[in-house]
């Protein structure tokens, strides 16, 4: 029985050493309880770009893995349908204009005038009315790993929420320390872009919590550029260059926290981006891999590329490719993918 | 008890009683010096924009209007305006583009009508909208044809209007407006559209909430630089985003903006000298024409219901003589489209910035806060004579004999009031007068003429010296209240009174000394100097020089018939400038001409 049972494993080792599915799934990312939390504070129609900003993290986010149950997306306003957009029913981050970051996939989960910070300190410490549906709650456990990113108007200390409110630094530690200690979190990654963006966590206390701000006490954090024809700034330069970093990202990347940090260098984003590490003492952050926070396990059917499956879904591979592995097809599976919003020709 | 301290002749150091004329001149300079200094860089800020929704000229120009399609509107315009039915040919054109147009007929013995137009904005619920105006006919400056057909206006605002129809990002309504006789047709239309008046018939169709607008006014074809007009009704003015919002997209589209026709050349070829008098023309112009209350176009009547709003004139001024091309219709619809896209990002009305300033040239500004300061270092010898004044009545009770107690305190000297009221009576009756006589120069002067002989025709004050100070204090102080009061609502006019009401103070009191030839001068300067009608008339030569830019000749039948213009049309405007001057500044400057017939009694017992 023993020697059985044995046998089991070291056959299960010994084709996990071989598979080649095993090793491919072995390169990427584990977690499977990743959670994100992304926040648009500012209204109104010239914050157009606070709304870009966190539709195309979004778009990462997702496109990395972390499915729309574990992400909470809270919009302040409507840009989309807002009675000034030229393109009604569509947000663009680039003046290019190739990429609606509002598309069909898009779930918004709080929106309007529903974010504030009474909705986002309850939605971290899950002290939610109990009529709460689940796509609306933090439902993480002392495993998850959750990635924030805040944007808007901010200031010394604090951050604006809708023109009438606001959340303060001390506040915003206080409610991480509430969430470590209901053991709602495992390590805590927060990204703000705002003005002054490294005050808002300069009053973190609880471990495990690594943050970056894209400006320092005193500074500005500025917008990229302008799109003329809708005439309004519609991306941020720190987001913007996040973005162009996180495109390159792919759920195998081995890229670490501390690339990230150095991703908007001063000469690219004017203002100076800060980081905050010393409350992430257990692990090296210079060794953790950024997919740790934006990734996950993703839901993975595995699929037999043949001709009639090519017709309807485009993969990362070329046609050309497809015809000529499935002559080999025996030898070779390839696996990929399900690309998660898939672009149509 | 009045006051918790008491206050005694002995306090007044006697060094300030010596010197007290010449501090008070003193005041009085550095008060106007002070106007003058506004002009500094130091004081004056800089222009900028404080609503940050606004951001003019970020968005590109969408509207490409041609000119194909504008001379086809000036056609339709033109047999418009030879067949008299101009307001059917606009109403048609609009109905023919599917844009809902009403006309309102002014209940008078002309035909004429108001023609408006709403273009909806297609997505919302009409909840705000912005007012494009363009009168009829415009006043232009020249001594041939004083009013012209607004072709170019009403062609462009039409065009505009057109091509903003159906665009998806319009957010607000746009009345289009063309008012029949100017500001008669506006007040008529603005009285109807908001029912202020009782047996007004009401209009047949509403728009949103109306936010701001502009009036456009282009009578001629080519035209070399932008006049911004903003004076309102009883100097009310639009607030200074909108003007800077509009200065903002002339100076993107190179077109030279002008206040009351002075072009500042900011650039630093500009010698310092030039700028500097350009810059005090406007300065000075601004405070002299905000006194007289009366609107420099339509938009006057839009301020008085707060809708934000300014003239844009196609002037002939050129920037300098070496302007040689006119701007072109091209770039003068960019600045209205411009505006346009600003005012549609708005969510609130214009509140941000200030709505009490002067303008020093189109960069450069001052707001309330600094500009009251002269006016205060000009009415400060008021108070300051008055609390002199106050401070010598009393006595305290310990020294003297008799005791003479009024309101708690022990005053010097036994007060007659019945003399000061009877003489305040005489004086207001007389100036009422003015109200009611038909306002040509020629009355003016007649019933001038009576206040001087008064004094020998009734009967002459008749106090000790003690109640001729009594009277000067409460002189004081009401001139202090009446010019404190004044500042807030139309500054110019309080700061043009105040200038005129001081120099009057000083030579009322003087006139206290015994000396028979300083009586005489006080009362000879009183008859020509410190006169209304005289000072009257320096105020409306210097307006002409500073307007003209160059020397000219005083003209008196200029001031007749410009005189008789602005009494004939200030009733129009909803205007008090009148009214205050005839009810409360004449009557103050009578009672001091009378002061200086006053005829001492008996020497007072007491001290």
């Given at each position: 029985?023993?020697?059985?049972?044995?046998?089991?494993?070291?056959?299960?080792?010994?084709?996990?050493?071989?598979?080649?599915?095993?090793?491919?799934?072995?390169?990427?990312?584990?977690?499977?309880?990743?959670?994100?939390?992304?926040?648009?504070?500012?209204?109104?129609?010239?914050?157009?770009?606070?709304?870009?900003?966190?539709?195309?993290?979004?778009?990462?986010?997702?496109?990395?893995?972390?499915?729309?149950?574990?992400?909470?997306?809270?919009?302040?306003?409507?840009?989309?349908?807002?009675?000034?957009?030229?393109?009604?029913?569509?947000?663009?981050?680039?003046?290019?204009?190739?990429?609606?970051?509002?598309?069909?996939?898009?779930e918004v989960d709080y929106r309007g005038y529903d974010v504030t910070v009474e909705n986002f300190v309850r939605v971290l410490t899950n002290r939610l009315p109990e009529v709460t549906p689940v796509s609306k709650r933090l439902l993480s456990d002392e495993s998850s790993n959750i990635f924030i990113y805040m944007t808007g108007h901010g200031g010394d200390g604090f951050l604006k929420f809708q023109d009438n409110e606001e959340i303060s630094a001390v506040e915003l530690a206080d409610v991480f320390e509430q969430m470590w200690r209901k053991k709602r979190y495992h390590e805590l990654f927060f990204v703000v872009d705002t003005c002054q963006a490294a005050t808002l966590f300069e009053k973190f206390y609880s471990p495990n919590i690594l943050a970056v701000g894209s400006s320092k006490r005193g500074?500005?954090?500025?917008?990229?550029?302008?799109?003329?024809?809708?005439?309004?700034?519609?991306?941020?330069?720190?987001?913007?260059?996040?973005?162009?970093?996180?495109?390159?990202?792919?759920?195998?990347?081995?890229?670490?926290?501390?690339?990230?940090?150095?991703?908007?260098?001063?000469?690219?984003?004017?203002?100076?981006?800060?980081?905050?590490?010393?409350?992430?003492?257990?692990?090296?952050?210079?060794k953790t891999l950024l997919t740790d926070f934006i990734g996950n396990v993703?839901?993975?059917?595995?699929?037999?590329?043949?001709?009639?499956?090519?017709?309807?879904?485009?993969?990362?591979?070329?046609?050309?490719?497809?015809?000529?592995?499935?002559e080999e097809q025996s030898k070779q599976q390839q696996f990929t993918y399900i690309s998660q919003m898939p672009i149509v020709d | 008890?009045?006051?918790?301290?008491?206050?005694?002749?002995?306090?007044?150091?006697?060094?300030?009683?010596?010197?007290?004329?010449?501090?008070?001149?003193?005041?009085?300079?550095?008060?106007?010096?002070?106007?003058?200094?506004?002009?500094?860089?130091?004081?004056?800020?800089?222009?900028?924009?404080?609503?940050?929704?606004?951001?003019?000229?970020?968005?590109?120009?969408?509207?490409?209007?041609?000119?194909?399609?504008?001379?086809?509107?000036?056609?339709?315009?033109?047999?418009g305006f030879k067949e008299k039915n101009i307001s059917d040919v606009i109403q048609s054109m609009f109905v023919q583009r599917g844009i809902e147009a009403y006309k309102q007929n002014l209940e008078d013995d002309t035909n004429d009508e108001n023609v408006y137009g709403i273009v909806r904005a297609p997505r919302l619920a009409s909840t705000e909208s912005i007012i494009l105006v363009?009168?009829?006919?415009?006043?232009?400056?020249?001594?041939?044809?004083?009013?012209?057909?607004?072709?170019?206006?009403?062609?462009?605002?039409l065009a505009i209007g057109f091509a903003l129809h159906r665009k998806p990002y319009m957010a607000k309504d746009i009345i289009l407006l063309f008012p029949?006789?100017?500001?008669?047709?506006?007040?008529?239309?603005?009285?109807?559209?908001?029912?202020?008046?009782?047996?007004?018939?009401?209009?047949?169709?509403?728009?949103?909430?109306?936010?701001?607008?502009?009036?456009?006014?282009?009578?001629?074809?080519?035209?070399?630089?932008?006049?911004?007009?903003?004076?309102?009704?009883?100097?009310?003015?639009?607030?200074?985003?909108?003007?800077n919002t509009v200065v903002h997209l002339c100076d993107k589209n190179s077109i030279p903006a002008s206040y009351y026709d002075i072009y500042v050349d900011l650039s630093s070829n500009e010698l310092f000298i030039d700028y500097m008098k350009k810059s005090l023309r406007t300065l000075l112009i601004n405070?002299?024409?905000?006194?007289?209350?009366?609107?420099?176009?339509?938009?006057?009547?839009?301020?008085?219901?707060?809708?934000?709003?300014?003239?844009?004139?196609?002037?002939?001024?050129?920037?300098?003589?070496?302007?040689?091309?006119?701007?072109?219709?091209?770039?003068?619809?960019?600045?209205?489209?411009?505006?346009?896209?600003?005012?549609?990002?708005?969510?609130?009305?214009?509140?941000?910035?200030f709505f009490f300033y002067f303008h020093i040239n189109r960069r450069n500004f001052v707001s309330i806060a600094t500009y009251m300061v002269p006016l205060g270092l000009i009415v400060a010898p008021a108070l300051i004579r008055s609390l002199v004044l106050y401070m010598s009545f009393f006595t305290s009770s310990e020294t003297s004999a008799t005791t003479y107690i009024t309101l708690g305190r022990t005053m010097k000297f036994d007060m007659n009031y019945s003399a000061m009221f009877l003489e305040i009576l005489e004086c207001l009756a007389l100036s009422y007068v003015l109200m009611w006589i038909p306002m040509k120069f020629t009355y003016l002067i007649i019933c001038q003429i009576t206040m001087f002989i008064s004094p020998i025709l009734l009967r002459p004050f008749r106090s000790t010296e003690r109640q001729f100070d009594y009277l000067q204090f409460i002189l004081l102080l009401t001139g202090s209240a009446l010019l404190g009061c004044l500042s807030l609502l139309n500054y110019s006019m309080a700061f043009l009174a105040a200038c005129f009401l001081m120099p009057c103070y000083m030579f009322a009191g003087c006139s206290k000394f015994d000396h028979w030839i300083i009586k005489y001068f006080c009362r000879f300067l009183f008859l020509t100097c410190l006169n209304p009608l005289v000072f009257l008339a320096l105020y409306h030569y210097l307006a002409r020089l500073l307007m003209a830019g160059e020397f000219l000749l005083p003209n008196f039948n200029q001031l007749t018939s410009d005189f008789d213009t602005y009494i004939a049309s200030y009733r129009l405007f909803n205007a008090w400038t009148v009214d205050v001057v005839c009810l409360a500044i004449v009557p103050i400057w009578f009672l001091l001409y009378r002061s200086t017939f006053w005829i001492r009694t008996l020497v007072d017992k007491t001290q």
């Open positions: 029985m023993l020697f059985r049972s044995f046998l089991t494993v070291l056959l299960f080792l010994a084709i996990s050493a071989v598979d080649p599915f095993e090793k491919f799934a072995e390169a990427t990312t584990r977690h499977t309880n990743n959670w994100a939390i992304l926040v648009d504070t500012s209204r109104f129609w010239f914050n157009y770009r606070h709304v870009a900003n966190v539709l195309s993290i979004y778009r990462s986010v997702k496109r990395l893995g972390i499915p729309d149950s574990n992400i909470i997306l809270m919009l302040a306003d409507d840009m989309a349908c807002n009675a000034r957009n030229p393109r009604p029913a569509e947000i663009f981050n680039n003046v290019a204009e190739q990429i609606n970051v509002y598309g069909d996939d898009v500074e500005d954090s500025l917008s990229h550029h302008v799109d003329p024809k809708i005439g309004v700034y519609v991306i941020d330069r720190f987001t913007y260059y996040a973005l162009e970093f996180l495109e390159k990202l792919k759920q195998d990347s081995q890229k670490t926290i501390n690339d990230f940090f150095h991703c908007c260098p001063k000469h690219l984003c004017i203002s100076e981006v800060t980081w905050r590490t010393d409350l992430f003492t257990k692990r090296d952050y210079r993703r839901r993975t059917d595995i699929v037999m590329i043949d001709k009639q499956f090519s017709d309807n879904i485009l993969t990362n591979s070329t046609r050309e490719a497809i015809v000529d592995k499935e | 008890m009045p006051l918790l301290s008491n206050l005694l002749a002995k306090d007044i150091p006697q060094t300030f009683q010596k010197f007290q004329l010449h501090v008070y001149a003193g005041f009085f300079f550095f008060g106007l010096l002070g106007f003058v200094y506004l002009m500094s860089p130091i004081v004056s800020r800089r222009n900028y924009l404080s609503e940050n929704a606004l951001s003019p000229g970020l968005v590109s120009n969408d509207i490409y209007i041609s000119n194909e399609h504008i001379r086809d509107i000036i056609g339709q315009l033109r047999t363009a009168p009829l006919y415009v006043r232009i400056q020249s001594k041939s044809q004083p009013i012209k057909a607004n072709l170019y206006g009403i062609a462009h605002t029949a006789q100017q500001e008669n047709g506006t007040r008529i239309w603005l009285d109807a559209y908001f029912n202020t008046k009782p047996d007004s018939i009401p209009l047949d169709a509403h728009a949103g909430s109306i936010q701001a607008g502009l009036t456009l006014e282009f009578p001629h074809e080519k035209f070399y630089s932008i006049d911004l007009r903003h004076n309102g009704i009883n100097g009310q003015l639009p607030n200074l985003d909108l003007i405070a002299l024409t905000l006194a007289t209350g009366v609107p420099s176009g339509v938009h006057g009547q839009f301020l008085h219901y707060r809708i934000e709003m300014i003239t844009l004139f196609g002037s002939l001024t050129k920037r300098d003589q070496y302007q040689t091309s006119p701007i072109t219709l091209r770039a003068f619809d960019d600045i209205i489209e411009g505006f346009i896209r600003s005012l549609n990002n708005l969510l609130e009305r214009f509140h941000q910035s």
